[in-house]
């Protein structure tokens, strides 16, 4: 049993920085592990069983926010509920401004499933979790029958040990590979699937098949299932596609090489490479090729390196300094421009071990991963390996290939159809409405203007006519893509507002009712609205706190500019105005003054 302390806010380790710049509504970066019964899950067990599981993990409980220069996660007091599977496997989880856990637990027929936003942990951490998950079910199903109830973890890890972030601790100044030019790997060019939807083809081998031929051939499963892997893929390329090398990234567990019981992420990958044009192409070639290239690469002193690399650029003291929007559109370009060096992706999460009494309930575990490129996932357990490729392209040609390999290697697959549920898909209705609305608001301000072109009315009604439908739609626009932060929902609507109603007062001959009235009021009234929005959904300080700061500050600073520059014809309501924002500020830092400062801290955190 896991020693408890609360867990605390924390700062995103170096794979999770990546991760939550990167990802986006296409590629999720969620990835599922999966626990097949040999019986239909109860709903109800499980979610007690969840609810033992978080005690052990309370890590997991967090949410993503934003502050101005990275993101970082902060405890919550969100609730998971267990829910019967209802949409596309891989989804989304993490959505902009939206409370929402990292992970999910649902089920269906005899399938527990566990995703995961690759931001809060890696392929380790989520197997730490499966694996305890699905132990409390199995207990509290058949604990009657004389099952023992049985702990995976340490008896004395705690939750420090859990939120250690590896990287920072195995980073060295002094250790950096050679920089090494990367050349463009060839490319899958398929038709995506209709719909971008996500394609899950699974089979299952039997481990010893594997093993016995990978020791015929004198290296390890990993190497012999990459070199086939190799193959499958060159087996699809024209001769003129061979002028591109084929190359696989295979993420790699650090915790093979430095001492770690973290659950955050704490992996690297290496990225063996084939010519195809230039090598011999037979599956010996590329075996020994594979082999040499593994034993090469998966060293100590090369993982250090890669680690220090990492590391250096994200602690450069320029590019900390750098604001986070600039930082996720420089990372985001950069992992599209990496894409371009790998060709596919192979995972082996390894062997999934559980106690001997829990083995005869359970048929198999399964991972697999959203991708934007074909990816092979794969773990093990008992006598079963489990594959399963997932891509959105439309074809299986590769997947065919990979197995027939095995075939000829004297290994024999069985395929496994996976089952899902018909997805509920509410945001993509959402999408659509607001799609229907945007065109309407369009075409009427588009025949407004062309009325007024053609007939020139003495008092421009048409025009007002457009700008009004224009301020609507702009409002109504901040309204639904901030719909899941009613916070910075009413931040962006003063600050928009303000700057909409500037342009208004100068459009019609500059009367200052802009920045005399509405200024003042509009910050004063967000403030109103934030506290009553707090109150009424019971947020706790420290979500409420950094945009009712905001809104003062903005209620302050620019009525005062605007006063001293002489831009305010009435000066009583913006003075009153910037008082009443002043002097919150001053409350908030004499009643507030702790949690302002681990906010400021949080928000400002480089």
Partial sequence: MVNQKKARWRKLDNAAKLYSAASNKKDTRVFRFYCELKEDVKPTILQKALD???????????????????????????????????????????????????????????????????????????????????????????????LEQISMLPEDMTVQDQEDDSFLKYYSK???????????????????????????????????????????????????LTAVYLMAIHEEMSKMQEKRPV??????????????????????????????????????????????????????EKMSAHISELLALELHPILRLAPLELKNLCIHAGAKFSEKNVTAIFSNMSVVKMPESYVPYIERFGVYTNTPKLELCLCSFQDRLSFAFTSRYD????????????????????????????????????????????????????????????????VRWTLFTAGGVTTMWIASSIGFFKRYNLLKNVMWQLFIGTIVCFIWDVLTGWHSWSVDLV???????????????????????????????????????????????????NPTVSMFGALICFLFLVGVILFKGKEFKEEMHKNLHV
């Fill in 52 to 146: 033992q599981t978080m005690e052990t993990f309370p890590m997991f409980l967090m949410v993503l926010r934003k502050g101005l220069f990275w993101h970082y996660l902060e405890p919550c007091n969100l609730h998971p509920i267990v829910k019967e599977e209802y949409k596309e496997p891989c989804s989304r989880l993490y959505i902009k401004d939206k409370k929402n856990l990292l992970f999910e637990v649902t089920y269906y027929k005899k399938r527990i499933n566990f995703e995961v936003f690759h931001v809060l942990t890696d392929g380790t951490g989520a197997t730490e979790f499966l694996k305890e998950l699905v132990t409390n079910y199995l207990y509290l199903a058949h604990k009657e029958e004389g």
């Fill in 174 to 224: 002094e250790q950096r590979r050679p920089k090494e030019k990367k050349i463009h790997a060839f490319q899958i060019r398929k038709k995506k699937k209709d719909g971008h939807h996500l394609h899950v083809h699974e089979s299952v081998v039997l481990v010893q098949d594997v093993l016995k031929r990978s020791r015929e051939l004198g290296v390890s499963m990993t190497v012999f």
């Fill in 247 to 300: 190359v696989l990234m295979v993420p790699v567990n650090l915790r093979k090489f430095f001492p770690s019981t973290s659950m955050l992420n704490f992996f690297n990958w290496i990225e063996p490479g084939y010519d195809f044009a230039k090598q011999d192409n037979s599956f010996e070639a590329i075996l020994e090729y594979t082999k040499e290239f593994f034993k090469e690469q998966l060293t100590k």
């Fill in 395 to 458: 074809t299986e040609n590769i997947e065919r290939n990979f197995y027939r390999l095995l075939k000829e290697q004297g290994i024999s697959s069985e395929e496994v159809k996976p089952v899902f549920p018909k997805p509920h898909v509410l945001s993509e209705q959402e999408m659509k409405v607001y799609k229907i609305y945007s065109f309407l608001c369009i075409a009427l301000v588009a025949v407004m203007l062309v009325t007024d072109w053609n007939f020139h009315p003495q």
């Fill in 519 to 569: 200024l003042p009021i509009m910050s004063v009234a967000t403030l109103a609205a934030m506290f009553v929005i707090a109150k009424v959904q019971k947020s706790p300080v420290r979500e409420y706190l950094i945009y009712e700061i905001m809104a003062a500050g903005y209620g302050l600073i620019l009525p005062m500019i605007l006063l001293l520059c002489k831009k305010v014809k």
